[in-house]
Structure formats: C-alpha cells, structure tokens
C-alpha cells in the first residue's frame, strides 16, 4: 500500500502538472487577434478628419490629434515636443494671413499587436513669402501613431520633408 501511494502521488501531481501547462498555453495562444486592416482604416479616417479639421482653422481641434508627449519635426525648424509647444505653433500659424495646410494620407501601416501605427502623406502647406505672395510648399510625411489607454488613436511623431519643386 505504501509503494502504491508513494508512486501514484507523483504521476497524479504530473498530471495535474500538465493539465495546468496545456490550459497555460492555450490560454496564452488564444489572445484577442488584432484587425490590422480595421485599425488601419480607422487611423487613415483620423487623418483625414485631421486635416479637415486643420482647413478651418480650429486651434482647439487641430491640437488634439496629437498625444500629450507629441514630437513634431519640419525643415529648418527645431524638433518640437509636447502639446504646449506644438500648441503654440499651430496657433501662430493659423494667425498668418494665406496660411493654410492639408494632407491626404497614402497608405498606413499597423504593428502585429495593434498599439503603434504609420502613415505616410503628401502635405500642402500655403503661406505667403516675403513679398507677399502667396507660395504653395508640397511636403512628403509621415506621421506615427500610439494607441491610448483608451482605445484611441494619437499621434505621437510627425515628420515632414519638402519635396523639390518642380519647374513650370
């Protein structure tokens, strides 16, 4: 009876060990698969809600596409990073008379596990130079998004470059 209870313990404790392991990674496998495509059409949406946002010239709504610790990089102007800052551009850009920008985003893409994001867009940025006139800059861009905490979208990095111009 001894021998009986000494080595049927063990294969019972193996077993449970097992079963436990197998439910283990089931569960580990079985997490909620991420819609890359869904989270990618959602975010272009974004953009293009953004851009028509920055079109009327609202502070308040151009702003909050852009995550608190945002960074926002342009030719011949330093990185600028967090809201406050990037606030304080946009709004002395909108005050320029014949400012105006647009974008229409190209294509994103989304990680494998859902929570970061790229797209990359063709920008237009109007201003007048220093005679007045009024000059059209075509940027390339590309802008990095974060999921939030709370399930939306953010965007955290935003580059963009000029295009060459093109002659007439």
Same mark, same amino acid.
């Given at each position: 009876?001894?021998k009986?209870?000494?080595?049927?313990?063990?294969?019972?404790?193996?077993?449970?060990?097992?079963?436990?392991?197998?439910?283990?990674?089931?569960?580990?496998?079985?997490?909620?698969?991420?819609?890359t495509? =869904?989270?990618?059409?959602k975010?272009? +949406?974004? *953009?293009?809600?953004? %851009?028509?946002?920055?079109?009327?010239?609202?502070?308040e &709504?151009?702003v909050?596409?852009?995550a608190?610790?945002?960074?926002?990089?342009?030719?011949?102007?330093?990185?600028?990073e967090?809201?406050?800052?990037?606030?304080?551009m946009?709004?002395?850009?909108?005050?320029i008379?014949?400012?105006?920008?647009?974008w229409?985003?190209?294509?994103?893409?989304v990680?494998?596990?859902?929570?970061? =994001?790229?797209?990359?867009?063709?920008? +237009?940025? *109007?201003?007048?130079? %220093?005679?007045?006139?009024s000059?059209?800059q075509?940027? &390339?861009?590309?802008?990095?998004w974060?999921?939030?905490?709370?399930?939306?979208?953010?965007?955290?990095v935003?580059?963009?470059?000029?295009?060459?111009?093109?002659?007439n």
């Open positions: 009876m001894f009986k209870l000494f080595f049927t313990k063990p294969k019972l404790k193996m077993k449970k060990v097992a079963i436990m392991a197998l439910s283990f990674a089931i569960t580990g496998c079985n997490q909620q698969e991420i819609d495509k =869904a989270e990618g059409e975010i272009m +949406q974004l *953009s293009r809600e953004w %851009s028509a946002a920055a079109a009327t010239g609202d502070v &709504k151009t909050s596409y852009w608190d610790d945002a960074v926002l990089m342009s030719e011949g102007m330093p990185p600028l967090g809201k406050k800052a990037i606030r304080q946009v709004e002395e850009s909108f005050k008379p014949g400012f105006r920008i647009n229409q985003p190209q294509r994103v893409e990680s494998k596990s859902g929570d970061m =994001a790229y797209i990359i867009e063709d920008s +237009q940025v *109007s201003y007048p130079d %220093s005679t007045g006139k000059m059209t075509k940027n &390339k861009a590309v802008s990095i974060r999921k939030q905490a709370d399930g939306s979208w953010k965007n955290v935003d580059i963009s470059t000029p295009l060459p111009a093109q002659g």
